[in-house]
């Protein structure tokens, strides 16, 4: 049995180590030289927040204490208000629970090291997928010294939002997509360490809500923050002098120039990404050619849960091939039937939460719900959770965890009208005597 899988990223390497362990023959293609060597591309770094659901697939394979020891944990987010003190709101109810930065670079190199290391993997580089037959598994690939073909008995598509496994897909009509863009961009900027240590707090994640934008700040092992400005598509446009720059940030955000030195720099020359949710479907072909993590089903990033729903894809699989007896045919459309309703939950929950860190979290009325929600899960341990907690904190279904979530609303909202209601009769009795 050989298995090709496009992409060797985040996804396509994990899903290389899980592959190798039934004893498969598995080659991985990568449009990429190797990206163990060189450096990064400027301004595309977008540190990641590995939660519960990634280190339950590290720990599967083995990695979770070796690709970890350079993760920062992250146990709540540090409000930065135009003007004011800081404000910082824990993620769990205990104080106790993090979410864990870490180089989205050094993560896929200890992945992909892996994967080449495994037994009956190989690596292949500067390989771009340019054709794709996917009943009968024949690929053509563009090289630096001309196109090659290859042939595999499955062929997996974890080559992220923009794949080239589903363009093909698409080519072949077997396939539909939606991609829906928010109307946002972002761009990179970094907080250098200061005299060898941290700037700012490197036990948050550092938030600066501004209504329709925001800015938010990840720690680094080197003591430095990446910073990701999430604008309204165009604004970055609006801004192209030097002068205009540091007048912008000097009054909307005016703790951060003093801290980073370089701002007007990366302003000036980190490119703007773009943002969108991709809808597939169906995943999957002939019981032989699928899509996995981003390339089925990218999500905003405002949760955090990008590479976590990913690496959950890459468990799931493994458990369907385990169901199925190792037959792709049926492991394949299970996977699908499976992950299809968690994967949209989450994508609407990613939307739903960077509302959250634009809008509410500097408002009283969102600290009060906050203080009010981890008092009820202190009270009832078990019972009641929040959203966040299921998500990061726990490998709960996306879909269970939305439901759950609704249930409870819906129960505080009749205990809140119910509390009303007895309020009022008693004010009523009182004005009566």
Known sequence: MKVAIVGAGLTGSLMACFLARRGLSVTLYERRPDPRVGQAERGRSINLAISERGLDALRRIGLVDQVMADALPMKGRMIHPVSGPLDFQAY??????????ISRGALNNALLTAASEAPGVSVEFEHRLVELESQAGRMVF??????????????LGADGAGSAVREQLLAEGIVAEDVDFLDYGYKELSIPAADGEFALDPGALHIWPRGTSMMI????????????????????????????????????????????????DDYLHNPVGVLGTVHTLPWQAH???????DAAHAIVPFYGQGANCAFEDVVELDRCLDDTAGSWARALPLFEARRRENTEAIAEMALGNFVEMRDKVASPVFRLTKRIEHALERLLPGTYASRY??????????????????R??????????????????????????
């Open 92 to 101: 769990s109810a205990g104080g106790n629970r993090a979410i864990n930065s």
């Open 142 to 155: 563009a090289t630096p010294s001309g196109k090659v073909s290859a042939e595999a008995d499955v062929v």
């Open 217 to 264: 700040a990840l720690p680094n092992p080197d003591r430095s923050f990446t910073c990701t400005l999430f604008w309204p598509a165009g604004s970055f446009d609006a801004l192209t002098s030097e002068v205009d720059i540091e007048d912008h940030f000097r009054t909307s955000y005016p703790d951060l120039l003093p801290l980073a030195p370089g701002l007007v």
């Open 287 to 293: 019981g032989r050619t699928a899509l996995i993590g």
């Open 389 to 406: 907690e299921l998500v990061s904190f726990s490998t709960t279904p996306y879909a269970e965890v939305r439901d759950r979530v609704h």
């Open 408 to 433: 409870q609303h819906q129960v505080l909202g009749l205990s809140a009208v119910a509390a009303a209601g007895v309020l009022l009769g008693i004010a009523r009795r009182r004005r009566r005597r």
